[in-house]
C-alpha cells in the first residue's frame, strides 16, 4: 500500500485570508489541500504530477473563492460567496 | 483493549485513541474505522487501511427534513458498516475531525457504547505518512439495534431560546471571531448560510480550534479546563454549543462532555442556519 510522503505544511495568506497549504505525495501524484482553520476550514483541493503544479493549481482556485466573499453587513442577500 | 491516551490526559481513556493505536489495531474484528469527512471525496482518494467511508450529507442525516439521521436508517447503516451494539468504532476524518466528531455525537445520541475518535484524524495519520488505500473492506452485515434518542445530548430551539433570555444554561459560539461577529455569514468556501450575521444574545465566543494543536490532536485536559474556564465554562452550569451547522459544535461538545468530562453539555445542530434565519428572534453583534 502506498504512503503519503514529502509531507509539508505552510501557513500564508490569500486574498486577505490566513490559509494552510498541505501538499504530499501519494505514488506519482502530489496533492495539495488548502484550508483556512480559523474561520473554519474550506477545501481547495487540486493534484500534480508536481509539487509546483499542485499547489499553483490549488492556489489559483483558492484565491478566486477568498476574492468572492463578502464581508458583509446585513442584509446581505443570500450567500456569502456568490455562485454557491 | 488498552487504549492509548496521553497521560497528561486521564479522562481521554476511552474516548479517544492515537494514530499509533489505530495502525496496531487495523484488522482487529472487533474494531470498525470509519473516515467521515468535510469533504466527502477524501474518502476515496485514499483512506486508512480497512476503513469504510461515511457521507455526512447524505448517510448522517435526514435527506428530507432537516434532523439527524433517523433511528431507522441509523440501524440500517450500522448493520451494513458491519457494527453491532458490542464493536468498537473509531471515527476519524478531515479538518481536525469535525464530521467525524459529528457521527461519533449522533452514535451517543443512538446509544452506541464503545465509539471513539482517532486524535487528529486524516490530517494526522497522513502527515506520519501512514499507509493509505482506495480498497474498500469486506463488510459482513450485521443486525443493529439503536436505542431511543438521547435527547440530553441535543438542544432544539426551546430550549436554546429559553438558555438565551434566562441564562437557563450557558451558550458556546464555536465558530470563528468574524462569523460571531456578523462579520461574514459563513466560513469562505462553505455553503450553509442565513439571513443574518452575528450571534445569539449571551453567547461566549470560544472558536472550535482553540481546542486543538498544530497537529490536529487535542490539547491537554489542563489546557482544555484554562481555556474554557477563562471564559467562565467550568462544567458547574448547563452549556450549549452551536455554531453554524452542528458539526463543528459536536467537536467542541465532544471535548466538554468527553474529554473534560461535564455533566450536562448540549449539541446546538440547528445553530446559527436555524437561529440567523428565524424571524424576529433577538441577535447581538457587537
Known amino acids: 500500500m502506498p504512503k503519503p510522503e514529502e509531507y509539508s505544511e505552510r501557513k500564508t495568506q490569500l486574498a486577505g485570508w490566513a490559509v494552510n497549504i498541505v501538499t ?31 499547489e499553483s493549481k490549488a492556489i489559483t482556485e483558492a484565491e478566486a473563492l477568498l476574492e468572492k466573499v463578502k464581508k458583509s453587513k446585513p442584509p446581505t442577500g443570500c450567500t456569502s460567496v456568490p455562485g454557491f | ?98 464530521f467525524a466528531a459529528w457521527a461519533l455525537w449522533q452514535l451517543k445520541v443512538y446509544g452506541h457504547k464503545d465509539v471513539r475518535l482517532m486524535n487528529g484524524g486524516r490530517k494526522k495519520w497522513i502527515a506520519e505518512g501512514r499507509e493509505l488505500t482506495t480498497d474498500a473492506p469486506k463488510v459482513s452485515p450485521t443486525s443493529y439495534k439503536a436505542s431511543e434518542p438521547d435527547n440530553s445530548l441535543r438542544a432544539f430551539l426551546p430550549e436554546v431560546m ?71 465554562i467550568t462544567g458547574e452550569k448547563p452549556v450549549i454549543a452551536y455554531c453554524r451547522i452542528g458539526e463543528r459544535s459536536s467537536h467542541t461538545w465532544f471535548v466538554l462532555k468527553h474529554l473534560l468530562g461535564y455533566q450536562h453539555v448540549k449539541n446546538y445542530d440547528g445553530s446559527w442556519t436555524e437561529w440567523g434565519n428565524l424571524v424576529a428572534a433577538p441577535v447581538e453583534k457587537p
Not at chain 2, 499509533?20 to 472487533?30: C, E, F, I
Not at chain 2, 498544530?214 to 474556564?229: H, M, N, Q
Request: aromatic share 8%; with cysteine; charged share 20%.
Open chain 1, 24 to 54: 504530499y505525495r501519494l505514488g506519482t501524484t502530489y496533492h495539495t489541500t488548502i484550508d483556512n482553520t480559523n474561520p473554519g476550514a474550506w477545501v481547495v483541493k487540486a493534484q500534480g504530477a508536481t509539487k509546483a503544479e499542485a
Open chain 2, 162 to 232: 429559553k438558555a438565551s433570555a434566562e441564562r437557563a444554561a450557558q451558550l458556546v459560539d464555536v465558530r470563528s471571531p468574524q462569523e460571531y461577529s456578523g462579520e461574514i455569514l459563513a466560513p469562505p468556501g462553505l455553503p450553509e448560510t442565513c439571513q443574518r450575521g452575528g450571534h445569539i444574545p449571551g453567547a461566549k465566543s470560544i472558536p472550535w480550534g482553540k481546542a486543538c494543536n498544530e497537529d490536529g490532536t487535542f490539547k491537554s485536559v489542563e489546557e482544555l479546563r484554562a481555556l474554557y474556564g477563562s471564559a467562565g
Open chain 2, 1 to 98: 483493549m488498552t487504549v492509548q491516551t496521553s497521560p497528561a490526559a486521564a479522562t481521554q481513556q476511552g474516548v479517544l485513541v492515537s494514530t499509533d493505536w489505530v495502525a496496531q489495531h487495523l484488522t482487529d474484528a472487533s474494531i470498525r474505522i470509519v473516515e467521515v469527512d468535510v469533504d466527502t471525496k477524501a474518502y476515496a482518494e485514499g483512506h486508512v487501511p480497512n476503513a469504510l467511508g461515511w457521507a455526512w450529507d447524505t448517510q448522517l442525516c435526514d435527506t428530507v427534513r432537516r434532523d439527524i439521521i433517523p433511528k431507522a436508517k441509523f440501524e440500517q447503516l450500522m448493520g451494513q458498516s458491519g457494527i453491532s451494539n458490542t464493536t468498537t468504532v473509531i471515527l476519524y476524518g478531515d479538518n481536525n475531525n469535525w
